[in-house]
């Protein structure tokens, strides 16, 4: 076995591997962008020259950039400027066109160049227009309101804010056009960029703005009552003030419907029973039949019809007046009793004003005993609602004493 091993070299110890050399780093493709130069973990711009500062310009963090940007405008460096208006075509932060602000008119020929490029088009030539809104030149007044015809919908309104720095309120005066189009992201654009410009001529197209909004408020009857307590805190429960709601006025019937009600029955019972302790409630859920639910809201209208001093609350789903089945007359009075009892109907976050006007008509022309109607939106931030951008942006602008006006007028849209 020895002799085996020799001659076909068992006993040889394997050579070792050849070392591993480190690859070269990978240069970039043509066309290719480089990565951006190491940031110190803690920029000192205040000991920075201007090679560093312009280096620190093309950071990854926004608050290094515009930290650099403001320590190069006071130092009035002129060596800063394409460089600093190359940081605001690549990023767009606010404050490095501040700082390009502090340059003038000298940036006309470098902005100029920018925009003759027919190549650059989208959000980088927006950015041009916001360069040349700053430099306070009439030089460049006639590249500006070309581009406010930009079919592009950010280059137009970003040229329309330009021409208003610069003194020309024909800017304005496209957006306000812009305000009574039908397309919801131009109506939104135009509205930001008017809060933007922030001039007298500018807030007097706002509120007219705001003011043919609220107007369609009129739409809704007086006798709904309208809230949409989400719009002044995102974070309330809104269960809580639901609940609240009934207490503060209470009835011997609540009939709570819609949506968030329909949520509550289905999710939230242990909730909604432990606000509303000591009260009849009884629910009703979509997997129940039509004939199910209009059981339970019967069984509430017996409670509360026994007693005027009783206190019955229907929360869920129920068919709609004009339904089939159709919602059976169950707002009366039986005639063994000899008082009347109250009640109310509330519509939390309701998704269609056709089918509240339904309810209303069924009060209006059935009721046999004096009923309210109120509404409680839902609607809180964009994003967390169906609250558009350009709805919020109303609201923020509506005065404090019209937010109830607000809350109809969005109503009105639903």
Not at 343 to 359: C, F, G, N, R, T
Request: aromatic content about 6%; charged content about 25%.
């Amino acid at each position: 076995m020895g002799f085996l091993k020799k001659l076909f070299g068992g006993d040889k110890k394997a050579p070792p591997p050849p070392p591993v050399r480190p690859r070269p780093p990978r240069l970039p493709e043509r066309g290719e962008p480089q990565a951006a130069p190491a940031e110190p973990e803690t920029a000192d711009v205040e000991a920075m020259d201007v090679r560093q500062l312009t280096r620190l310009l093309n950071a990854r963090d926004a608050g290094q950039r515009e930290a650099a940007a403001a320590r190069l405008a006071n130092l009035g460096e002129r060596s800063a400027l394409r460089p600093l208006m190359n940081a605001y075509l690549n990023y767009g932060d606010a404050l490095v066109l501040k700082a390009l602000a502090t340059y003038g008119d000298a940036l006309v020929p470098a902005a100029r160049r920018e925009a003759s490029d027919i190549g650059i088009i989208g959000t980088r030539r927006a950015r041009v227009m916001d360069i040349l809104g700053v430099t306070g030149s009439d030089e460049v007044l006639g590249v500006v309101r070309e581009a406010t015809d930009d079919i592009d919908l950010e280059i137009h309104t970003r040229a329309c804010v330009a021409l208003a720095r610069l003194g020309d309120v024909w800017g304005i005066d496209r957006l306000a056009d812009d305000l009574r189009l039908t397309d919801p992201q131009r109506r939104t654009m135009a509205l930001e960029a008017l809060r933007e410009i922030g001039t007298d001529r500018a807030k007097v197209v706002l509120d007219e703005h705001v003011r043919r909004y609220l107007a369609e408020g009129g739409a809704v009857p007086a006798s709904i009552e309208v809230h949409a307590p989400l719009l002044e805190n995102p974070d309330r429960n809104l269960i809580a003030f639901v609940t609240d709601h009934i207490k503060r006025a209470p009835h011997a019937l609540t009939v709570v419907i819609g949506s968030m009600a329909i949520q509550m029955a289905s999710n939230k019972r242990d909730v909604v029973k432990e606000h509303l302790a000591g009260w009849d409630i009884h629910f009703s859920i979509p997997t129940m039949a039509p004939e199910e639910q209009i059981a339970a809201l019967l069984a509430s209208r017996d409670a509360a019809a026994a007693d005027a001093d009783a206190r019955a609350v229907f929360f869920g789903m129920l068919p709609a007046p004009h339904d089939n089945p159709p919602l059976p007359h169950f707002l009366t009075r039986p005639a063994d009793i000899g008082k009347t009892y109250t009640a109310k109907i509330i519509s939390v976050d309701p998704h269609e004003y056709m089918l509240l006007q339904d309810w209303l008509h069924y009060i209006q022309d059935k009721s046999e005993v004096p009923t309210d109607f109120e509404v409680i939106l839902a609607a809180s931030r964009p994003g967390k609602s169906a609250m558009s951008a350009e709805e919020y942006d109303i609201y923020q602008m509506t005065p404090e004493e019209r937010r109830n006006d607000f809350a109809r007028a969005y109503l009105a849209h639903l």
